[in-house]
């Protein structure tokens, strides 16, 4: 199903939602007094710092901005996830030592654990051996530094996290509460979404029974806000809790957590559904507006189901006013958190990436806070609604957010961060009227690490107010400054402005908003595959010579003329980007995500390479020109120009026959060559339209012509064929060899060949790394595309120590995968290209299932699609012994994995020797074995801590030298000059009769 769009799109222009904002405002704040109010407040904590100071004054001495301070962070956030000594040594060691701790680590060993001896005093007695690994801890008892780092590491976590337990967490808040009476709690259990059900369902069971002890201390005589509460994360009981997945979410989620409302309801005690990222924001409205009448229904009385609501996004004050309108219209009180966000960076980088047209977040940290006042205005307006929580660390906006009340006489309550902002909401609690509760985690230490990053994050930060408080150089005006006196501009380039003034910026489409994905479900409706005919073999002599004789017009237009060409080529496709992902998802079973990063790439090959070739190919004076003074020799001029060779041969493979084709034509094109064009005999439908598009931009018809056919036929006569000035080849390594050996025995001048082939791709992980990143990355570079990519992982292999927990998360998440008709927007994974690829990855898991391990990576839906899908194959995992076992890629869905224990250099060496050279992906927070590994891997494409596909031109050039390669990397910077030849003229300036430069000088 396809859910209604209940707020505005969020890519709206920043500057005028802020004008917005400041209109909705009005006169509602007087902000001298606010400032007068909040001043006292921030004088007190600089005066008398709480016990927490410690860790703030470490951030201080190191801030997150520098190497020694992204040091310490990295630490934190993998050190106590490391199994086994050797690698946290080595990794305490990378890190400390990269750093310039002053010379040496003696300071920082100092500071470290001077830093968990003060924060010791604030956790005793919670600090014993329960607050460690003491088995881990033993280990290292004999090392100083990674002994001090790792308790200062807990101990940090130990002030973000309120216990390891319910149990602990709750002892803990009984303490704080007998200080300050007017504090209440809501409770989160740590642990970021599911990748798995099985994660999933671990998660389901943390709540109940979170919810069953929080309701030993709630009273059902109380008012619901009077008692603690539980705070839930949506993708943390699904782990596939995203738009396309609407139906499964539906069906599947809203069960699970109706029955944690029920519980929650019996017990009295309120529920908040905490806040998502935004392409999932419409999808959680779906959810709590499903619960929402399970509430009215079955619950009415209850006045405790809220949802969290996040003021940095740009439909934040919208999403306020719908959630009221729901509130009424269920006829409901509900309890909602106000809070400023985040995922702030996530959010600019994936708006970055997509190419949309604007950010869905403020760019400026006062936009968001006018936001967040414009929001609780809102909030304290509708009493009858809601039962506002505003959840701030800003002594600022909580002196705002107490005079707006004031006003309005509105009951309402404060939150704040367990560990954070204590010192400000100490002082604003002396007054017994205002209550304040704690969001508070609860986990084991292995489950903190994100969450205690991100808390790093935010305490560092230059823009923080948490970290402007530590500043006693900061003057207390400065720091209560009014967001509303400053004029409203985004502080960021627009995605589609990232490059300046090179290029634009491709643009892309977000499928959870409507208007984006109508627009290509409407071409897909309308569009028909092309009928291309196979051309005769025998008759390339002919297209042969209209292109040679294209080539003396065209080479010899300006390289400006020819790169407006291209220009308008990209903007036309543009235009007609729906058209085009619809044709690839009819012809080549491209999924639709896929199908709009493609016509996104064709569109940055075409602009990158307009640029490219103007300022490469304009004449390069050398030294010895008269009249300027570079050294060389007098009296003469010396001129280096590229020019095009003639006629070349592009042959792209059916994988990517819109993206690679295009990348191939533009990069001949523009450098002056004319071009023979041979698609993948798959797909000839995507060339057919992107070559009448070009033609229709201005390359002539001569310069470009189609020759669609077999391979072993057209092909082999193309490259065959006296006067080729050149061939550009893209698929197997076998038929690049082919085309080598052919060109090599050819009469005439030697041809030049790029050929980027694929091969069996690799990623080592380490124990260090992350292995919800892991397989996040694992599942993209796997078996996205149906793994039909050149640069898929084929072999991953996986530090023993961690390998069982890995390979379970895998398998369970590429369980969770739909395979189907890549029409469908639910759809993860399509059919392979044809039933000759089909047939043949079925041979191979023949020999695999013999051979080796076969993992259960496939689930009950993916093996049911493949008798109702053509061509379908599931994903597949085995576990093979030896690396050396893989003898050849499988160019599909399917993944090995290895294990590795020892050297990791030794795992490169026999990685190098299976051969190949495209990819590689490298797991660890060791940064210099990431560095040393790269350097020592044959290898063409390096990715650090990420997936490794989804190349970006001009950014991430793909392909180029190395085992799989002959030639620079498409969409890099040297990739045109293998289109060119190279002229020098040489002028005698003193032929005349004499140097009269050097004369008269």
Known sequence: MLLTQRLPEPYRPEAAIVAQRLTSLGQALDWV?????????????????????????????????SAEGLALMRLAEALLRVPDAETAIALTADQLGRADFEGSSDKVISRLSSTAIAL??????????????????????????????????????????????????????????????????????????????????????????AIAAIATTSSTTRACEDNDGISIKLSALHPRYEYAQVDRVLAELVPRVWGLCEQAARANINLTIDAEEVDRLELSLAVFEALLAKVAEHCPQWRGFGLAMQSYQTNALEL???????????????????????????EIKRAQELGLPHYPVFTHKHHTDVSYLACAKALLEAPDALYPQFASHNAATIAAILQMAEKTGSPFELQRLHGMGEGIHDEVLKNPKIACRVYAPVGAHKDLLAYLVRRLLENGANSSFV?????????????????????????????????????????????????????????????????VPVFDAKLVSGPLEISTTSYKTWSKMPVTERAATLRQSADALQTQLPQFCALLVKEAFKTWNDAISEVREAIDFLRYYAAQAEAIMQPQTLPGKEGNNVLGITGESNELFLTGRGAWVCISPWNFPLAIFTGQI????????????????????????????????????GALQLLHGPGETVGAALVAAPGVAGVVFTGS???????????????????????????????????????????????QSAFRSAGQRCSALRLLCL???????????????????????????????????????????????????????????????????????????????????????????????????????????????????????????????????????????????????????????????????????????????????????????????????????????
């Open 120 to 209: 010791s005093k604030h956790f005793l007695p919670t600090v014993g051996d329960k607050a460690g690994e003491p088995g881990l801890l033993a280990k290292l008892g004999a090392r100083t530094v990674v002994a001090a780092t790792l308790r200062a590491v807990q101990l940090l976590g130990r002030q973000f996290v309120l216990g390891q337990t319910m149990a602990e967490g709750m002892s803990e808040a009984v303490s704080a509460k007998k200080k300050t009476p007017n504090l209440r709690y809501s409770y989160d259990m740590l642990g970021e979404g599911s990748r798995t059900d099985a994660d999933a369902l671990n998660h389901l069971k943390s709540y109940q029974n």
């Open 467 to 531: 970290h402007q408080l530590a500043d006693e150089t900061l003057p207390v005006a400065e720091l209560l400054v009014s967001p509303l006196r400053q004029e409203p501009h985004p502080s960021l380039p627009l995605p589609l402005a990232l490059f300046g003034t090179q290029r634009p910026n491709s643009a892309g489409l977000d499928l959870t908003v409507p208007a984006m994905r109508d627009s290509l479900l409407a071409a897909y409706a309308s569009t028909q595959v092309p009928s």
């Open 33 to 65: 007094a606010v400032a007068r109010v909040a001043a006292p407040w921030v004088q007190a904590v600089r005066d008398n710092p709480p016990p927490f100071w410690a860790m703030e004054s470490l951030l201080k001495e190191y801030p997150i901005s």
């Open 799 to 1001: 530090h023993e120590e961690i390998a069982d927990h890995v390979i379970e998360m895998i398998c369970g998440a590429a369980r969770e995968l739909v395979a189907g008709d890549p029409a469908d927007l639910a759809t993860d994974l399509g059919p392979v290209i044809d039933a000759e690829a089909f047939e043949g990855i079925q041979h191979q898991l023949k020999r695999l299932d013999v051979e080796a391990k076969r993992l259960p990576a496939q689930s009950e839906q993916a093996q049911a699609a493949t008798n109702k899908v053509a061509n379908l194959i599931a994903p597949q995992a085995y576990e093979v012994a030896n690396i050396s076992d893989l003898k050849q890629e499988i160019f599909g869905p399917v993944l090995h994995i290895v294990r590795w224990t020892g050297d990791p250099l030794k795992v490169i060496e026999q990685i190098n020797a299976l051969g190949y050279g495209l990819t590689i992906g490298i797991q660890t927070r060791i940064d210099s074995r990431a560095q040393a590994l790269a350097h020592a891997a044959h290898i063409g494409n390096v990715y650090i801590n990420r997936n490794q596909i989804g190349a970006v031109v001009g950014v991430q050039p793909f392909g180029g030298e190395g085992l799989s390669g002959t030639g620079p990397k498409a969409g890099g910077p040297h990739y045109l000059y293998r289109f060119c030849a190279e002229q020098t003229i040489t002028i005698n300036t003193t032929a005349a009769g004499g140097n009269a430069a050097l004369l008269a000088g």
């Open 320 to 346: 306020v006013q719908h959630v009221i309108a729901l509130a009424r219209q269920y006829k409901l009180r509900l309890m909602c958190r106000l809070v400023k966000g985040a995922y702030w960076d996530a």
């Open 733 to 779: 390594t076998q038929v690049a060899k082919i085309i080598n050996r052919a060109l090599a025995a050819k009469d005439g001048p030697i041809v030049p060949l790029i050929a980027e082939t694929g091969g069996i791709n690799a990623m080592l992980v380490d124990s260090t790394a992350l292995p919800e990143q892991v397989c996040d990355a694992v599942m």
């Open 666 to 701: 533009a990069a001949a094109l523009v450098t002056g060559n004319t071009v023979l064009a041979k698609p993948a005999e798959q797909t000839p439908g995507v060339a057919l339209a992107m070559v009448k598009l070009m033609h229709a931009a201005g390359v002539p018809e």
